[in-house]
């Protein structure tokens, strides 16, 4: 393992900058993990390192140590304490960081199976508890549009707890490209004229769900993909929830009918209004 104590040395400074910048992220292709959790979900899901870097004082965890026996033939970097926490993105650093590339998914979307589609979600801890509400649903591919968070930035990562690493997160994406030639319900939070209480609709069949962005709700475009508005019954004197707990509402209660009835979980998602 090789010490660095710079703030010039080349790996410190892409460090710092996948840590604190979009624009590095996207013209590298890589992003950074922070924390134990973290690398300790991306070595389970066998996903391949470019680098570690862990502080002085994190040697001595054995949670770290043994992280590093992991990944024996991963290059690690010890960095100073002053060091470590000038690259961390958050302000008090778990002691380990890890360098990942971004994973390709385009062309994998499972045409049967569980799809969500996120429109324009751009609060990156109501992104990363999204697609961690997903992943827990047995969604296998998350689909964002344009104006939705970075998905993979140090934020939406750490909301995520590790679901990148179980379901796919395909952004920049295209949604009538993803519902073109669905058969089943496209359904969406929000009142209308036909709007049905959520647990009065038989949700046993696939369905594409539409979630939008946080108080602006769906783009006219992705809302006219809906072929039904649902709404959540709220007895209390609030209008509307947070687009997490709506999404994880309507989820968790298609996956409470399917194993009610023995069928496969098998939903498509869109995310509509928060």
Request: aromatic share 4%.
């Amino acid at each position: 393992m090789k010490h660095l104590s710079s703030r010039d040395n080349p790996f410190v400074k892409h460090l710092h900058a996948l840590a604190h910048s979009a624009r590095e992220r996207r013209e590298t292709n890589e992003t950074i993990l922070d924390g134990v959790h973290l690398v300790q979900a991306a070595l389970s899901a066998a996903r391949p390192l470019s680098a570690l870097a862990v502080s002085e004082h994190a040697l001595a965890k054995p949670e770290v140590e043994d992280l590093l026996e992991r990944a024996v033939h991963v290059p690690r970097y010890i960095l100073s304490e002053r060091l470590f926490a000038h690259v961390s993105p958050v302000a008090q650093p778990a002691g380990i960081l890890a360098v990942l590339p971004v994973p390709d998914v385009s062309g994998e979307i499972s045409a049967d199976a569980s799809l969500v589609v996120l429109d324009g979600v751009q609060d990156p801890g109501n992104l990363g508890t999204l697609i961690r509400t997903a992943a827990a649903a047995g969604v296998k591919d998350v689909i964002l549009t344009a104006g939705c968070a970075q998905a993979w930035a140090p934020k939406v990562l750490r909301a995520a707890m590790g679901a990148h690493f179980i379901t796919r997160v395909h952004e920049q994406a295209d949604p009538r490209v993803v519902s073109r030639g669905f058969s089943g319900e496209i359904l969406a939070t929000g009142l209308g004229p036909e709007s049905g209480d959520l647990y009065a609709l038989d949700l046993r069949a696939p369905a594409i769900w539409l979630f939008g962005a946080e108080g602006q709700g769906l783009s006219a475009e992705v809302a006219a993909l809906a072929t039904r508005f649902v709404t959540i019954p709220m007895p209390g004197a609030i209008e509307s929830l947070n687009v997490a707990a709506a999404a994880a509402i309507c989820l968790f209660e298609q996956v409470r009918q399917q194993a009610r009835t023995g069928a496969e979980t098998s939903v498509r998602v869109i995310h509509s209004g928060g």
